[in-house]
């Protein structure tokens, strides 16, 4: 299953001196742009079936994959915007130690947790990032920044995302629903919100030198402009029955990718509900701080964590 990026620095964490587990990713990218015949990729195909079907969608004997994917290998254009990744990214041993220092962290909340494997690809842009609780996959070119020869084809609100300090964040936010448990048996606004907070709060943990900006992915700006308007931004959930509301499409004006708002104003960034879940998530922890992350979690109660936060758009 593919999960694509929505939403933090690894070069901050790398300023941690705690001394963690080595942690290696694993150079698929480096394996496939060094094969010299269609047989060659098609057998490392094989022998990584894992990451062909999670990655590229299909399997090693997908003759069209095979082919296509080998005209990319060879393609100068596609050998040199290798290249240029490359040297954005260097020996990935930023990256790697920023995944040990995450993966450190969450096996001290959760004991069982286990590491899951880190793989750097390249695929010309066919894909971007797969996280599955054992399977990391990431497309290095997809994340070499603003700069870049080629980009998604995304809009600017979204591109600027793609960008180095945005990997490990989003990695740990993905991992993060193995552990947050939600009622979803009706799903509502309420749920939703609860649920990104619990995600945020819980990347918060895992990198707590990693500004929020970079956790929800917000420009500073539209920090600024979600914190100073909240008691705006609330009276409009309140005013417009919002809570409640069980619309898929209705919910989504607020959780979902836009550049901003429109129902709020032009100055509410998009997204809102999930600033909303982990502001409401945050008060919940001061106004309760027994309960620990853990705890916080598996209460699948949205609505009870909701009332127990006290929150009514004020600021602190």
Not at 158 to 170: D, F, G, N, Q
């Amino acid at each position: 299953m593919r999960y694509l990026i929505i939403c933090l620095c690894f070069f901050v964490i790398v300023g941690c001196k705690e001394k963690v587990a080595p942690y290696t990713i694993e150079r698929f990218d480096q394996q496939l742009m060094g094969v010299k015949s269609e047989s060659e990729l098609q057998k490392l195909l094989s022998q990584n079936e894992d990451i062909t079907e999670v990655l590229l969608g299909s399997t090693s004997e997908d003759t069209a994959l095979v082919n296509g994917l080998f005209h990319m290998v060879q393609h100068a254009d596609a050998r040199k915007f290798y290249e240029e990744t490359l040297k954005t990214f260097g020996d990935l041993s930023a990256l790697e130690e920023s995944f040990g220092i995450a993966f450190s962290e969450i096996k001290k909340l959760y004991p069982e947790f286990k590491s899951p494997r880190v793989v750097a690809a390249f695929t010309g842009l066919q894909n971007d990032l797969v996280v599955t609780d054992s399977l990391v996959v990431i497309s290095l070119e997809a994340f070499i920044g603003p700069k870049a020869s080629y980009k998604l084809d995304e809009p600017q609100y979204i591109l600027r995302r793609y960008a180095p300090e945005y990997i490990v964040p989003t990695v740990v936010r993905m991992l993060s629903n193995q552990f947050n448990t939600i009622d979803f048996s009706r799903e509502t606004f309420t749920t939703d919100m609860i649920f990104f907070g619990k995600s945020l709060e819980f990347s918060r943990a895992v990198l707590p030198h990693v500004e929020d900006s970079l956790i929800i992915g917000y420009t500073n700006r539209e920090m600024q402009m979600a914190y100073e308007n909240q008691e705006v931004i609330w009276a409009h959930v309140l005013d417009r029955e919002l809570l409640n509301q069980e619309n898929p499409a209705i919910r989504a004006k607020y959780f979902g990718e836009r550049p901003y708002v429109g129902e709020i104003g032009p100055d509410c960034p998009g997204r809102v509900g999930q600033w909303l879940g982990l502001r409401v998530v945050e008060l919940y922890r001061k106004e309760n701080p027994k309960v620990t992350l853990q705890e916080l979690m598996a209460n699948a109660d949205a609505e009870a964590i909701l009332r127990g936060s006290k929150y009514r758009g004020q600021k602190d």
